[in-house]
Nanobody, 119 residues
Framework: QVQLVDTGGGLVQAGDSLRLSCAAS????????IGWFRQAPGKERGLIGSISTNGRSTIYADSVKGRFTISRDNAKNTVYLQMNSLKPEDTAVYYC????????????WGQGTQVTVSS
């Protein structure tokens, strides 16, 4: 099985930057996606971006495009979410997740890390 640990959240001021990390261990699959999700209180959990197995392909939600960047360090088996120009509306619990063998659904999840952006 795959275990994911997401870390790096905290309390920051609007305009600040923060980098989240998603460290993977255990058995993985030949082809998969790592996605970053966030969920604010009272709102649905939504996908904000993903990165392909080789790290060459990324997608982003419009709400974070141009501000957030997903990258990976295969030597460390870690995926990063670099968040710049943070806004109060970015406040949420952030999760990383990995798709299963079919790449159709996200089946493995980190525990979540809280990001709070003050005005």
């Amino acid at each position: 099985q795959v275990q994911l640990v997401d870390t790096g959240g905290g309390l920051v001021q609007a305009g600040d930057s923060l980098r989240l990390s998603c460290a993977a261990s255990g058995r993985t699959f030949s082809t998969y996606l790592i996605g970053w999700f966030r969920q604010a209180p009272g709102k649905e959990r939504g996908l904000i971006g993903s990165i392909s197995t080789n790290g060459r392909s990324t997608i982003y939600a419009d709400s974070v495009k141009g501000r957030f960047t997903i990258s990976r360090d295969n030597a460390k088996n870690t995926v990063y979410l670099q968040m710049n120009s943070l806004k109060p509306e970015d406040t949420a619990v952030y999760y990383c997740a990995q798709t299963g063998a079919t790449m159709r659904t996200y089946e493995y999840w980190g525990q979540g890390t809280q990001v709070t952006v003050s005005s």
